[in-house]
């Protein structure tokens, strides 16, 4: 049998993140062989990952991020069951590398970044790794992008909500866009303009504000006017463009996109959040 140093189970904790113990044990199993060692802790993973696959893994980080030049951003989620796993240090720069990754490869989809590459095995494998590191079920869950001639990022504080915009144009104050970003975190806008809203939920407004106005004893003649007007005031409150200024609600967002920019406004925007 091989001699297994401590310096080898140092090595293979700083390419695994496994505990020393399941480090030395690996070594000896794979009788010093550091590819094989390596491949049995991620066995390991894919055990726990199978022993813990009916659990919920509800906690977790959400993380939204620009590239260097502000054209692309990306927004992820990687869930655990537990908000203690969430803080855990190792964690959250699991997700941080495959948010890097995604900035870097720019996948059309959640498959795709599943598929890419992180450390020598694919992100989906590598999340299965840290199963068994931590002992508790983790799962990438959402991935979203923005392409944009200008993209901002924000996270709000706790890493539990985060939001992406894409705008037309670069050029304004860096705090305009990121005022923008903030206000769909605040106010959960559903679409950027009316114009964006589904045909779905507009029929379902209007059947809401029929029925509101039914109830309030009012002549059925009179049923799709009402419901009209409630319409346009979900519009004003729901849509992003329309919505006031959270800082200034003597505007709306889109004329103080404009007040900073001649033509500027909002192409697309993205919003997650954890239960919170």
């Given at each position: 049998?091989?001699?297994?140093?401590?310096?080898?189970?140092?090595?293979?904790?700083?390419?695994?993140?496994?505990?020393?113990?399941?480090c030395?044990?690996?070594?000896?199993?794979?009788?010093?062989?550091?590819?094989?060692?390596?491949?049995?802790?991620?066995?390991?993973?894919?055990?726990?990952?199978?022993?813990?696959?009916?659990?919920?893994?509800?906690?977790?980080?959400?993380?939204?991020?620009?590239?260097?030049?502000?054209?692309?951003?990306?927004?992820?989620?990687?869930?655990?069951?537990?908000d203690?796993?969430?803080?855990?240090?190792?964690?959250?720069?699991?997700?941080?590398?495959?948010?890097?990754?995604?900035?870097?490869?720019?996948?059309?989809?959640?498959?795709?970044?599943?598929?890419?590459?992180?450390?020598?095995?694919?992100?989906?494998?590598?999340?299965?790794?840290?199963?068994?590191?931590?002992g508790?079920?983790?799962?990438?869950s959402?991935?979203?992008?923005?392409e944009?001639?200008?993209?901002?990022?924000?996270?709000?504080?706790?890493?539990?909500?985060?939001?992406?915009?894409?705008?037309?144009?670069?050029?304004?104050?860096?705090?305009?866009?990121?005022?923008?970003?903030?206000?769909?975190?605040?106010?959960?806008?559903?679409a950027?303009?009316?114009?964006?809203?589904?045909?779905?939920?507009?029929?379902?407004?209007?059947?809401?504000?029929?029925?509101?106005a039914?109830?309030?004893?009012k002549?059925?003649?009179?049923?799709?006017?009402?419901?009209?007007?409630?319409?346009?005031?979900?519009?004003?409150?729901?849509?992003?463009?329309?919505?006031?200024?959270?800082?200034?609600?003597?505007?709306?967002?889109?004329?103080?996109?404009?007040?900073?920019?001649?033509?500027?406004?909002?192409?697309?925007?993205?919003?997650?959040?954890?239960?919170?």
């Amino acid at each position: 049998m091989a001699v297994i140093s401590a310096a080898d189970v140092a090595k293979l904790r700083r390419v695994t993140l496994a505990g020393m113990m399941d480090c030395k044990k690996a070594l000896e199993e794979a009788d010093g062989n550091f590819d094989k060692a390596i491949e049995i802790i991620r066995k390991k993973g894919q055990a726990v990952a199978n022993k813990r696959a009916d659990r919920d893994a509800t906690e977790g980080v959400v993380l939204s991020k620009t590239t260097a030049d502000g054209k692309f951003g990306a927004i992820i989620v990687l869930n655990s069951e537990t908000d203690f796993v969430a803080k855990n240090a190792d964690f959250q720069a699991l997700a941080n590398k495959i948010l890097d990754l995604a900035l870097a490869n720019k996948p059309a989809n959640l498959d795709e970044l599943r598929s890419l590459t992180l450390e020598g095995a694919k992100v989906a494998d590598k999340v299965v790794e840290y199963i068994g590191i931590i002992g508790e079920k983790l799962d990438l869950s959402y991935y979203e992008k923005i392409e944009a001639p200008c993209v901002q990022a924000y996270i709000h504080p706790g890493n539990r909500l985060a939001t992406l915009a894409g705008f037309t144009a670069a050029g304004a104050d860096v705090q305009v866009y990121k005022d923008v970003v903030m206000q769909i975190a605040a106010m959960n806008p559903v679409a950027v303009d009316k114009d964006f809203v589904p045909e779905s939920v507009i029929a379902q407004e209007i059947e809401i504000g029929k029925e509101q106005a039914r109830r309030d004893g009012k002549p059925e003649e009179m049923l799709e006017k009402i419901a009209m007007g409630k319409l346009s005031k979900f519009f004003k409150e729901s849509t992003l463009l329309n919505q006031d200024f959270v800082k200034d609600n003597k505007m709306t967002v889109k004329q103080y996109l404009q007040s900073a920019k001649k033509d500027l406004t909002v192409t697309e925007f993205k919003r997650y959040t954890l239960n919170l």
